[in-house]
């Protein structure tokens, strides 16, 4: 069997649509159903990939760090808050703690001092204290390489622990944000209900060779172009293999 018929077999069939709820007229359903596109054939999805790396082809986050702990603290506290705004936060804390025993001795109070700006900074603080902690009781100090562990580790979900272990040690994780659910769904590479699905249908699609980097590629894609609002479809560079029905013009 060649490559092709086995990637293609690979390729989950969508979800059944719902049901539709009482009160939404039939009329509307179907139109609905019509209207949503499915998902790309496996040659197109491999072409999206191709292009976005060849427009980027060392895609790099945005948030700023020195290592892997100050990488797991910068992604926690990125939750509700913008990359640029918890770099400016991180600035200063990272120059007095960038280890998990110096964040210890800062402690919470110290902490809150340096992301009060940001969103939920006083359960943040909590929570980076107590990652802190853990990290230096049980793991000797060390970032571990297990998004199953990290998991465990206060304030940290599936998305963090799976940016964290995909940039700082180049596990092929597919980290699935709002942008990257988005993006996802419009093409659409999946269709999917959650986030976490998504995750695990693009982990099982995208090719090894594009893998690595695809969080990246996607999450730009979606903050700069892809947009929730107003797309810039004009611009796209895979807006003739997207399947998104209400593509925007100049």
Known sequence: ????????????????????????????????????????????????????????????????????????????????????????ATRGLFAAADTPQAMLALGEEGLRQHIRTLNFFNTKARNVIALSRRLVEEFGGEVPNSVEILETLPGVGRKTASVVVNIAFGDPRVAVDTHIFRVANRLPLAVTRTPLDTQAALETLIPDEYRLHAHHWLILHGRYTCKARRPECWRCPVNDLCGYPDKTIP
């Open 1 to 88: 069997m060649s490559d092709l018929k086995q990637a293609t077999r690979r390729i989950p069939k969508p979800k059944a649509a719902a049901k539709p709820r009482a009160g939404v007229p039939q009329k509307a359903v179907r139109k609905s159903l019509l209207k949503a596109p499915k998902p790309l054939d496996w040659a197109s999805m491999i072409e999206v990939f191709r292009r976005l790396r060849e427009a980027n082809p060392e895609p790099r986050g945005e948030l700023d760090y020195t290592n892997p702990y100050t990488l797991l603290v910068a992604v926690a506290l990125s939750a509700q808050a913008t990359d640029v705004g918890v770099n400016k």
